[in-house]
């Protein structure tokens, strides 16, 4: 967010530029100063003129810093103590705040300075986040014309909300009539030889139709407000659109056409008195197949527990790989949609394209197989991204093995290309595609370096990121260092600079941030709420009476100002020129094939993924991913702990929610990493969340663990900043597959 006040002065959100702890800036942007520790709860009105001895630890909130930090600390404060440091309260409040606000200043000025003079866009004055800087370094500096679509905001057929009303008034008439109607719903829009769009027209009596939704058209039934300036085109008024409607009207009758006109809430009255017209409209099969959705392929990440518990075998060991920067590597190496697609609807018309060249996204009913260990297509219930064989078994969270038709285990999806591909590879059926978006392909390609929609954005990035990483501890010597930047270019195709190569902590922090903060621009909602801080009473009936405006609600801060929160109707949603979910869909997609290519090679050995990472078991003369450095390659996240180190127990409490117990040859002792998402694992609360806690309740179904956090900030809705208790429970919460009984593994739902 931002805040403007007098066109002098704004106000940004650090933290959506730079994501990372106060403390964590000096280092990363390599300049002097520490946060240092204060006793926030030790700030009360009866200790502000406290002078002696520091304060108890447990005013420091110590038990709610993380093990290593509570560490440092204590060791800090005991220095402190046997020094017998005097703690002076108005000295020491202002020296940490003024120390806080030195910290984000230095840290702000070297974001803005190394971000500007390496992109040539200021992040602070054309953004209010990290995500909208990146958009704007592509746009300007590697964006080539006509190559990214501006999707309509509801698709290419029946693109307006009033469409799919004004199909279902043309079929009524081609039923009741019995004449033929070329419109949207059956083949494409209809433009008439002098250059009109309209809405429908029938061949045989030389008739247009035209259905006029009453906010596109000025309906002054509706909107009775003929002059109102609508907020979303000041150039525009309800009487300006009416106008335009009837002299559209006038030019289609002087070119000789006869005209039929409806009205949008005239033909909403109709139907709800005529049921007949109404469960004829509904049902017909135009209808119900409602249009093609890019965002309905736009699915995140893969992330689920095969097995809720193992503990390796003699021999046996568990891996834990992750994939170098994923979603930079997609970005650079996938396909891409660019331009508009070709628009195919019907079974019929779209089944005379072959399902194994066609590019673009796809709307069609599958039957999936009925054995498939790891499943290809996602699909969205309970709330949650799930993989299944079976509809029914899906809905139902069934338990047994599937006994289902295949008319109730199919299911009727919107997916990418390469995607459904994967999915028919693997057994999958199509049964019906209902639409296709056909569109022509971009992807960068390693022989001739060239192509690709991203890669050059990307490869900027990159350069910038090794260059800043410094040269890798086996380059000491110049045949190392020569060996290192040749690899890179035969690898990458990118050239580094043996003289820029040096550790430059900041600038590789904003290259990491800019490769990864760079995608999800893309599929941004393009009706966001907004909040509004009004004073003036004019202001706020003009926004109340604004047909363009639909206000939610009001909230009083004083006498003299409210903040109204608002967003568009659906009809008056202009497509942001930073959004094409297309493209967001295709680099999830692709995201999702790149686990997916480990995952069924890996099989039932396969314990947890999430998104990139994959642990699993390894035996000797078992096949394991290929480790390297590079862009896409699995590197092994348990290298940290030492050469050799190894995990050798595993539990899981579903997504987001596991432990291990790893043997570590640098302490040269086990130790216990907790992952769980929700909670934070600060010394406190790991006392009662950790390895132990999670296999007990997995292995002897341990009762629930309940963490309470004294002070949790928060705001309300008033905008309030608040401080209050809150108390989470720690569970198993397994319920994306079957669990299967008296064992930790765990089956699709639709499994037999």
Sequence with gaps: MSINCDGNIKFIDSINYMPMPLAKLPKTFNFSGTKGYFPHFFNTLTNQNYVGPLPPMHYYGYDEMSTSVRNDFVKWYQEQVNNNYVFDFNIEIVKYCISDVNILRKACLEFWNRFTTSNGVDPFRESCTIAGACNTVFRRNYLTENSIGLIPPNGYRMADKQSTIAIQWLLWLEHTLNI???????SREVKLKEGFLVDGFCHATNTVYQFHGCYFHGCEICFPDQTAELSADKQDT?????????????????????????KECKFR?????????????VSHAIIRNTPLNPRDSFFGGRTNAVKLYYKAEENESIRYLDVCSLYPFVNKYGKYPVGHPKIHVGNDVCKQLSLDV???????????????????LPCRMHGKLMFILCRVCGENMFNGDCCHTDDERKFTGTYVADELREALSQGYK?????????????????SSRSGGLFTKYVDNFLKLKQESSGWPSWCTDDQGKDRYVTEYLEREGIALDKLNIAVNPGMRYIAKLCLNSFWGKFAQRENLMQSSIIQDPYDLFKMLTDPSVEAHSLTTVDDDTIILNWDRPDEGIV????????????????????????LKQLGRRVLYF????????????????????????????????????KIVEFVSGGPKNYAFKVFSTNSNQHEYICKVKGITLNFKNSQNVNFETLRSMVLDQAEDTYVQTDRRICRNSTFDVLSRPERKVFRVNYTKRRRLEDSMDTLPYGYR
């Design 180 to 186: 033929k109607i070329q419109h949207a719903g059956n």
């Design 238 to 262: 309800m009487f300006a659109k009416r106008e335009k409607t009837e002299a559209t009207a006038t030019r289609i009758r002087s070119f000789g056409y006869n005209l039929v006109e409806m």
């Design 269 to 281: 009255q109709f139907l709800k008195i005529n049921n007949q017209a109404l469960a004829f409209t």
């Design 358 to 376: 066609v590019e673009g996204i796809i709307k069609c009913t599958v039957l999936p197989p009925t054995s498939l260990y790891h499943p290809v």
């Design 430 to 446: 199509v049964l019906e595609i209902l639409e296709i978006w056909e569109y022509e392909i971009a992807q960068y390609n390693r």
């Design 575 to 598: 497509p942001l020129k930073t959004v094409n979910v297309a493209l967001a869909a295709y680099t999830t997609a692709n995201a999702r094939l790149e686990l997916y290519k480990y």
């Design 610 to 645: 999430d998104t990139d990472s994959i642990i699993f078991t390894e035996k000797p003369g078992e096949w394991v991913p290929v480790t390297g450095d590079f862009l896409g390659d699995m590197t092994d996240e348990v290298e940290c702990y030492g050469p050799g180190s």
